[in-house]
């Protein structure tokens, strides 16, 4: 698996050909080195309704026609704007396509759209392919499926929030980890606002201290899992 980061908690995750784009925030991320319009995917994932998670959403699902998967109160909100090919499920629920499954998962979270509409439960999404089964988060406080998840799902990569104030900080994405079984992290939503910079050197150490790996992408740089 090739993993793109395009900062926030944005990323191309590519199996086999396949792009799967997660909660595209890359025109107002003053962090970004792409376009939004220079983005290419077959599947969307989002995770919840706020800005920084579907600023891109709707041009980008436009113009590429991918698949958006989402849940379906998001659904609904892409099928106002013109995008049809829309997956709107719920949590607990499995979707197939070619290279494995995707599930929806809870989050604890808040969730609206920008434009004020309800916007269903937040989530997070567990993608299992032959290749490695990836957990992405999502914006989510520490809660207890986490080790569920860790029981239940062969988790081999977790993408978690670590910025503090909005979601969980390092700590609890450090005790995140340990409840997933999950020795190899991606961080994400951190660094891209003032209130949610971290100490990039200080939470590595603190997740090499444990035993486990807190890897903080570069943006815009392939990486191979
Ligand atoms: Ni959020
Ligand atoms: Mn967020």
């Known amino acids: 698996m090739t993993i793109n980061y395009l900062g926030h908690s944005c990323f191309i995750l590519e199996i086999n050909g396949t792009k799967i784009l997660l ?10 080195k792409t376009k939004a319009e220079d983005i290419a995917c077959d599947i ?10 579907v600023a891109d959403a709707v041009s980008i699902a436009k113009r590429t026609q991918c ?19 829309v997956v ?12 494995g499954t995707i599930k929806m998962v809870n989050a604890v979270h808040s969730s609206s759209l920008p434009d004020g509409r309800y916007a269903g439960n937040p989530a997070g999404f567990i ?10 988060a999502g914006d989510t406080a520490l809660m207890m499926d986490m ?18 104030l909005f979601t969980m900080g390092i700590d609890d994405a450090l005790k995140a980890a ?25 939470a590595k150490k603190k997740f090499a201290d444990k035993g486990y790996e807190l890897n903080l992408l570069e943006i815009g740089i392939n990486t191979e899992y």
């Open 178 to 202: 340990e409840m997933l079984q999950c020795k190899k992290v991606i961080g994400m939503h951190y660094d891209t606002f003032a209130p949610i910079e971290i100490n990039k050197d200080e």
């Open 23 to 32: 909660d595209p925030f890359i025109t107002p991320n003053p962090l970004a």
């Open 147 to 164: 080790k569920l998840f860790g029981e239940y799902e062969n988790i081999d990569l977790s993408l978690l929030p670590i910025g503090d």
């Open 127 to 136: 993608i299992k392919t032959e290749a490695l089964n990836v957990y992405f």
């Open 88 to 99: 709107g499920m719920n949590h607990g629920g499995n979707y197939n396509f070619a290279q």
């Open 44 to 53: 969307m994932l989002i995770s919840h309704g706020h800005e920084d998670h």
């Open 67 to 85: 698949e958006v998967i989402t849940n379906f109160e998001i659904g609904n909100w892409l099928n106002s704007q013109g995008i049809e090919k």
